[in-house]
C-alpha cells in the first residue's frame, strides 16, 4: 500500500502522547516529504494561489486498519498513513498517495484518475499547505506564527467538508485576500460532484477537521494554553466519534486522542510542580537575598525546561524573574541577557504584538534606564507602549503604566516637564479606571443585596497577594502620586510635593488597610525628604524612624530598603553637626549594601559621597586640618568610579558627581583647572542627556563654566573676585547627597 511521509515537530510539547506512540497528526505533502522553501517564506508559498497546490489521489479501497505510526530517525520524526478501520475504510487522502506539486499552469476541471472536483482539490490542497506550514514553523519554535496556519488550515478543512456546494470566495477569509488567483468554487461543476458520492466524499474529508485540531490543541499546549488545548482535543474526538466517521470509543485513534488529553493534564500537575519553585524564589526575593532567589528561579527552570523544551511560556516567564533579579542585584549585563532570552521566547510565543511580549519589552527597558542608557529604555517602553496601546486601547491601566515608566526616563534625564505631564497623564488613566471599577462593584452589591455578597469583579493576584482589582489599582493610583511628589521635591515645590505625597500615603492606608506595609514606609521616607529640604529636621527624624520601623518589621534589617532610610536619617544627622552619628550610620549602610548588593552596585556611590560630605562639612568647621579635605575628595572620586563603572560615563549621575567634585574643587581647595574640567565634563554628559536647559544643575555649571574661564584670564580676574566670594560663601552651590 501507499504511504505518506510527514514531517512532524520534534518538541517536549509534542510528547504529551509519549515517543513512539501513534498519534493523528499534520500531513505533510510535500513530494519528497521535506518542504522545498525555509519555514520564513511558508506563508508565502501556500497563501498565493499562483503557486496553488495540486493533489492526485486514488483509492486504495481493499485495506483494513488504517492508523498513524510514527517513525523517529535522529532529529527527525516521520509519519506513515495506513487504514484506520474498516469503517473509515475511505476517510480522504490519508488512505492513498498524496503527491504535492505547484502547478505552474491553470488547473484544469478534472485530470485523468482524480476522484474530486477541482475546487474541493483546492480546499484539500489548502489544507495540507497550512498544516504544513504550520508544522514547520512548529519545527522552529515559531509558535505564534504556526497557530495561525494551523488556524487557516481548519477553516479550510470545514470547507472542503461541505464540499462544492461551498462558496470559497477570498472574501470570506479575511487571511486570503492577498490571494490573487484564489476564486469562488465553482458551483457549475455539479455534473462533476454527481459522479462522487457525497457521502463518500465527506467520509473521506471529515479526517481533515480532527487531524488540524490536534495540531492545534499542539500550538496552544506550546503557548501553555491548556485549557484551549483540552479543549481542542476534545473536539478533535468529538469529530471521529460522530458522523460521518463514527470511529467506535475503543478505536486506536480515539484511544491515542484520549491520551493526548490526560497527558495535557500529567503535565499541567509537572509544570505546577516546578513551578512551586517561584513561591521559594519569591520568598528569598522578599528578603533581599537575590542571589538565593536567582539560585531558586534557576532550579525551576531547569525542571520546566526538562518538561517542556526551552521554548515555552513558563520558561519565559521564569527568565523574567531571574532577570528581574539580576537587575536588583546590580549584575545589568546578566539581566540583560535573561531577560533577552524571555523576550525572545515570549515573541515565538505569542508573536510581538501580544501583552506577553510587551512585560518582556518593559523590563528590558528598566534594566537600560538603570543602565543611563536612556536611548534604549525610551525605545523598549515605546514598543510596549504601542503593544499594549493595541491590545487594550489608550485607556488602560497596563498603558498608563508604560506612560509612566517613559516619564521615570525623563525625571533620570533632569527632564521633569515632560515627566511631570507622562505621569500625569497616567494618573488620569488610573483614575478614571477606578472610577468605573468602583461604580461598577456598587452596582453589583446593589444586584447581589439580596443573596450571597457576590463581587463579579474577579480577584487577581498582585503583589500585594490576593487583592482585588480595584485595590491593586488604588496602589498603583498611590505609586504615581509618590512619583509626582518625588519631582515636586527635586523642583524645589516642597508644598506640592507635600500634598502628593499625603495624599498617596493617605490612599496606601485605606487600601492596604494598615502602616505595616513597605509602600507606607516609602511614601514616610518621601515625606521625611521633603521635611528635610525644608530645614524641619525633627519631623523628618520622627517620619524617618517611623519608616524604618516599618521597613525593618516587613523587611528584616538586612534589606537595601532599610540601608536607603538608614542613609536618609544619617543625612539629618549631619545636617544637625553631629558628624559622629551620621559617620557610624553610613558605615553600617555600606555593610547592608556590600551584603545585599554586592561591592560594584550603584547604591554604594551615593553613600560613598554622603560620607564625603560629611568630611567636607568636618574641614569647613575646622580649616585648619586639610587631612578632611582630602578624604571629602578621595570619597567623591570612590563615588565618581564606581558609578562610571556600574552605570556607565555618560550616565546622568555621573555628571552630578563631576559637578560635585567640580564645586569642591571651585569652592574649598581653590583648584580652579581642575574645577573647570570637572564642570565642563558635567556639562557635556548634561548635554548628552538632553537635559532641559532650564534644569538648574545645567543652568548652575555653565554659569561655574564661564565665572572660572573669567576668574582664570588675568584681564577678567579683577571683574570676576565678587562672583567666587559668592561661591565660597554657598551663596549659589547646594550639594545634596543624591549628588
Known amino acids: 500500500m501507499a504511504t505518506c511521509q510527514t514531517a512532524v515537530p520534534t518538541n517536549a510539547i509534542v510528547d504529551a502522547l509519549p515517543q513512539g506512540e501513534e498519534s493523528l497528526?499534520?500531513?505533510?505533502?510535500?513530494?519528497?516529504?521535506?518542504?522545498?522553501?525555509?519555514?520564513?517564506?511558508?506563508?508565502?508559498?501556500?497563501?498565493?494561489?499562483?503557486?496553488?497546490?495540486?493533489?492526485?489521489?486514488?483509492?486504495?479501497?481493499?485495506?483494513?486498519?488504517?492508523?498513524?505510526?510514527?517513525?523517529?530517525?535522529?532529529?527527525?520524526?516521520?509519519?506513515?498513513?495506513?487504514?484506520?478501520?474498516?469503517?473509515?475504510?475511505?476517510?480522504?487522502?490519508?488512505?492513498?498517495?498524496?503527491?504535492?506539486?505547484?502547478?505552474?499552469?491553470?488547473?484544469?476541471?478534472?485530470?485523468?484518475?482524480?476522484?474530486?472536483?477541482?475546487?474541493?482539490?483546492?480546499?484539500?490542497?489548502?489544507?495540507?499547505?497550512?498544516?504544513?506550514?504550520?508544522?514547520?514553523?512548529?519545527?522552529?519554535?515559531?509558535?505564534?506564527?504556526?497557530?495561525?496556519?494551523?488556524?487557516?488550515?481548519?477553516?479550510?478543512?470545514?470547507?472542503?467538508?461541505?464540499?462544492?456546494?461551498?462558496?470559497?470566495?477570498?472574501?470570506?477569509?479575511?487571511?486570503?485576500?492577498?490571494?490573487?488567483?484564489?476564486?469562488?468554487?465553482?458551483?457549475?461543476?455539479?455534473?462533476?460532484?454527481?459522479?462522487?458520492?457525497?457521502?463518500?466524499?465527506?467520509?473521506?474529508?471529515?479526517?481533515?477537521?480532527?487531524?488540524?485540531?490536534?495540531?492545534?490543541?499542539?500550538?496552544?499546549?506550546?503557548?501553555?494554553?491548556?485549557?484551549?488545548?483540552?479543549?481542542?482535543?476534545?473536539?478533535?474526538?468529538?469529530?471521529?466519534?460522530?458522523?460521518?466517521?463514527?470511529?467506535?470509543?475503543?478505536?486506536?485513534?480515539?484511544?491515542?486522542?484520549?491520551?493526548?488529553?490526560?497527558?495535557?493534564?500529567?503535565?499541567?500537575?509537572?509544570?505546577?510542580?516546578?513551578?512551586?519553585?517561584?513561591?521559594?524564589g519569591k520568598s528569598a526575593e522578599i528578603s533581599d537575598n537575590y542571589d538565593e532567589a536567582i539560585d531558586t528561579y534557576q532550579k525551576s527552570l531547569n525542571q520546566i525546561q526538562e518538561l517542556v523544551g526551552s521554548v515555552h511560556p513558563t520558561v519565559a516567564s521564569t527568565l523574567h524573574k531571574i532577570g528581574i533579579m539580576h537587575w536588583k542585584r546590580g549584575n545589568y549585563t546578566s539581566a540583560l541577557a535573561a531577560l533577552s532570552d524571555s523576550l525572545r521566547i515570549s515573541v515565538q510565543c505569542y508573536g510581538d504584538d501580544h501583552p506577553g511580549s510587551a512585560e518582556a519589552l518593559g523590563s528590558t527597558g528598566l534594566v537600560h534606564l538603570s543602565r543611563g542608557d536612556y536611548a534604549s529604555a525610551m525605545k523598549f517602553y515605546h514598543v510596549a507602549l504601542r503593544v499594549r496601546r493595541d491590545a487594550y486601547g489608550d485607556r488602560h491601566p497596563d498603558v498608563a503604566r508604560m506612560l509612566i515608566r517613559i516619564g521615570q526616563v525623563y525625571d533620570e534625564q533632569g527632564k521633569p516637564i515632560k515627566a511631570m505631564r507622562l505621569y500625569k497623564q497616567g494618573l488620569e488613566i488610573q483614575r478614571k479606571t477606578l472610577e468605573s471599577l468602583e461604580e461598577n462593584e456598587k452596582e453589583n452589591k446593589v444586584m447581589n443585596s439580596g443573596g450571597s455578597d457576590v463581587v463579579l469583579i474577579a480577584n487577581k493576584k498582585a503583589r500585594y497577594g490576593d487583592v482585588s482589582e480595584i485595590t491593586s489599582l488604588q496602589v498603583d493610583v498611590a505609586a504615581t502620586l509618590n512619583a509626582i511628589g518625588v519631582v515636586h521635591e527635586k523642583c524645589g515645590e516642597f508644598q506640592e510635593a507635600m500634598i502628593s505625597c499625603k495624599e498617596a500615603l493617605s490612599i496606601y492606608r485605606s487600601a492596604l488597610g494598615s502602616d505595616k506595609h513597605v509602600d507606607v514606609a516609602v511614601t514616610l521616607n518621601n515625606l521625611g525628604q521633603i521635611h528635610r529640604h525644608l530645614g524641619q529636621y525633627n519631623k523628618a527624624m520622627g517620619v524617618y524612624q517611623h519608616s524604618l520601623e516599618v521597613m525593618k518589621t516587613s523587611l528584616g534589617d538586612s534589606h537595601r530598603n532599610v540601608a536607603g532610610t538608614l542613609h536618609n536619617i544619617a543625612v539629618v544627622h549631619s545636617?544637625?553637626?553631629?558628624?559622629?552619628?551620621?559617620?557610624?550610620?553610613?558605615?553600617?549602610?555600606?555593610?547592608?549594601?556590600?551584603?545585599?548588593?554586592?561591592?560594584?552596585?550603584?547604591?554604594?556611590?551615593?553613600?560613598?559621597?554622603?560620607?564625603?560630605?560629611?568630611?567636607?562639612?568636618?574641614?569647613?568647621?575646622?580649616?585648619?586640618?586639610?587631612?578632611?579635605?582630602?578624604?571629602?575628595?578621595?570619597?567623591?572620586?570612590?563615588?565618581?568610579?564606581?558609578?562610571?563603572?556600574?552605570?556607565?560615563?555618560?550616565?546622568?549621575?555621573?555628571?552630578?558627581?563631576?559637578?560635585?567634585?567640580?564645586?569642591?574643587?571651585?569652592?574649598?581647595?581653590?583648584?580652579?583647572?581642575?574645577?573647570?574640567?570637572?564642570?565642563?565634563?558635567?556639562?557635556?554628559?548634561?548635554?548628552?542627556?538632553?537635559?532641559?536647559?532650564?534644569?538648574?544643575?545645567?543652568?548652575?555649571?555653565?554659569?561655574?563654566?564661564?565665572?572660572?574661564?573669567?576668574?582664570?584670564?588675568?584681564?577678567?580676574?579683577?571683574?570676576?573676585?565678587?562672583?567666587?566670594?559668592?561661591?565660597?560663601?554657598?551663596?549659589?552651590?547646594?550639594?545634596?547627597?543624591?549628588?
Open 575 to 739: 545636617k544637625c553637626g553631629e558628624f559622629d552619628q551620621a559617620l557610624d550610620l553610613y558605615k553600617q549602610v555600606l555593610v547592608v549594601q556590600r551584603e545585599a548588593l554586592g561591592e560594584e552596585h550603584p547604591d554604594l556611590a551615593v553613600t560613598l559621597s554622603s560620607m564625603g560630605e560629611v568630611y567636607e562639612m568636618r574641614g569647613d568647621q575646622d580649616p585648619g586640618r586639610r587631612g578632611h579635605y582630602l578624604l571629602a575628595i578621595k570619597l567623591y572620586k570612590r563615588s565618581l568610579r564606581l558609578r562610571r563603572n556600574s552605570l556607565g560615563p555618560e550616565h546622568y549621575y555621573v555628571a552630578l558627581t563631576l559637578h560635585k567634585i567640580g564645586t569642591f574643587h571651585f569652592v574649598k581647595d581653590k583648584d580652579y583647572r581642575q574645577a573647570l574640567r570637572r564642570f565642563n565634563e558635567a556639562v557635556l554628559i548634561y548635554r548628552l542627556n538632553k537635559t532641559d536647559d532650564t534644569s538648574p544643575q545645567l543652568r548652575e555649571a555653565l554659569e561655574c563654566v564661564k565665572e572660572l574661564q573669567s576668574h582664570m584670564n588675568p584681564q577678567n580676574r579683577k571683574d570676576s573676585s565678587s562672583s567666587l566670594v559668592s561661591l565660597s560663601t554657598g551663596g549659589r552651590i547646594h550639594a545634596t547627597s543624591s549628588y
Open 25 to 280: 497528526v499534520g500531513v505533510h505533502t510535500s513530494q519528497e516529504g521535506t518542504l522545498s522553501q525555509s519555514p520564513l517564506h511558508a506563508e508565502n508559498e501556500y497563501s498565493q494561489e499562483s503557486n496553488g497546490l495540486e493533489i492526485e489521489s486514488t483509492c486504495d479501497e481493499g485495506q483494513d486498519d488504517q492508523h498513524f505510526s510514527v517513525s523517529v530517525d535522529g532529529s527527525s520524526v516521520s509519519l506513515t498513513q495506513s487504514r484506520m478501520s474498516e469503517t473509515a475504510s475511505s476517510i480522504g487522502v490519508n488512505d492513498a498517495t498524496s503527491k504535492v506539486s505547484k502547478a505552474s499552469g491553470n488547473e484544469t476541471d478534472q485530470e485523468k484518475g482524480d476522484e474530486y472536483p477541482v475546487d474541493l482539490k483546492r480546499a484539500i490542497a489548502k489544507v495540507h499547505g497550512y498544516n504544513n506550514g504550520g508544522l514547520e514553523h512548529f519545527d522552529k519554535y515559531d509558535f505564534d506564527r504556526s497557530l495561525k496556519f494551523h488556524k487557516r488550515a481548519l477553516k479550510w478543512a470545514h470547507r472542503a467538508i461541505t464540499g462544492v456546494a461551498t462558496e470559497l470566495t477570498p472574501d470570506s477569509d479575511e487571511q486570503e485576500k492577498n490571494e490573487p488567483n484564489s476564486a469562488p468554487m465553482n458551483t457549475s461543476t455539479n455534473s462533476q460532484s454527481n459522479q462522487v458520492d457525497e457521502d463518500c466524499m465527506l467520509q473521506k474529508t471529515a479526517f481533515l477537521v480532527p487531524m488540524t485540531l490536534i495540531n492545534i490543541g499542539q500550538c496552544r499546549l506550546a503557548r501553555n494554553e491548556i485549557v484551549e488545548a483540552k479543549e481542542c482535543y476534545h473536539e478533535a474526538i468529538s469529530n471521529v466519534t460522530s458522523p460521518p466517521l463514527r470511529l467506535p470509543s475503543t478505536h486506536p485513534d480515539v484511544i491515542r486522542i484520549e491520551k493526548k488529553l490526560n497527558a495535557v493534564e500529567k503535565l499541567k500537575l509537572s509544570l505546577s510542580s516546578a513551578l512551586f519553585l517561584h513561591v521559594a
